[in-house]
């Protein structure tokens, strides 16, 4: 006899991912509106790899392997800061930094006589498999990202908008972004246990994209993108739990779908969030 919802809420994994979920949709998605906004979308993909590589090392030298891809990755991010003001930006960047961690992993991997596949099915996630740990990293994001952006925002609205409007409005320009880089790298690698690495953007970058249909300035989108996170992650565990299917493809279709509806609605609002933003704090 199946179990009812009500009895699946009572079991402790099943509450550790619905409050990792939570919380992963209270910062998460304003990772997503920075990653948007700096248009630095193959960061993400080059920290899913740091993060195999990280995986690797935690296998070979008996740590936690998730904690050893959450070090790799921030490593990686920070020293990224520099390449992120040349002219060509972080794109070559990050082709090369892809191709450098998976060789890198894969080598460790096999020279360490390590299981790859352990390796590989780590960075698929499992929402039920999410420990105190992971909820406890995925609190402190909750907490970190939103107070940055609501403290640094006249900051972060003229970085998004411009990088050398920023430098020349006074703005930290670089120390900035290497918080910024930081913490989207960190919270790739702290929502892979959710999701998985490669459907980390149900979490992150979706509910950003469907947010920048429907809001008409920075503080707009990022308010709505954390409400779309919310009902998004709670409906599709939710919805999962009921279907008795696997939460995290549940969760990343429909995030998905709720970005494609996004998208027809009539755009009549002006998009000019950047703008908006920009001419308010130099206002001030």
Known sequence: ?????????QLAPVQRGLFGLVLGAIGLPIIGVVIIGLDIMPVRFAMMHVALFGIAIGMLVGLD?????????????????????????????MGLLMSLAIAAALLVLSVSGVNANGAFELLWGSIL??????????GVLA????????????????????????ACSGVRVDRLTFVLLLLVAVSVAGAIRLTGALLVDALTLLPALAARRVANSLHGMVIAAVVIGLVVNVAGF???LVLDLPPGPVLVLLAGAVTLVSYLVPDWRKRQWHSADTSSVQAH
């Open 65 to 93: 392997p998730l904690l050893c891809a959450l070090i790799a990755c921030g490593l990686s991010g920070g020293a990224l800061t520099p390449l992120a003001r040349t002219p060509s930006g972080l794109s070559g960047a």
């Open 1 to 9: 006899m199946n179990a009812s919802l009500g009895d699946l809420l």
């Open 143 to 166: 907490v970190i990202i939103p107070a940055l952006f609501f403290a640094r925002r006249r900051q972060l609205a003229l970085l998004l908008h411009d990088r050398e409007l920023a």
């Open 238 to 240: 939710l919805l999962s």
């Open 129 to 138: 498999a999410t420990r105190t740990w992971d909820v406890v990293l995925l």
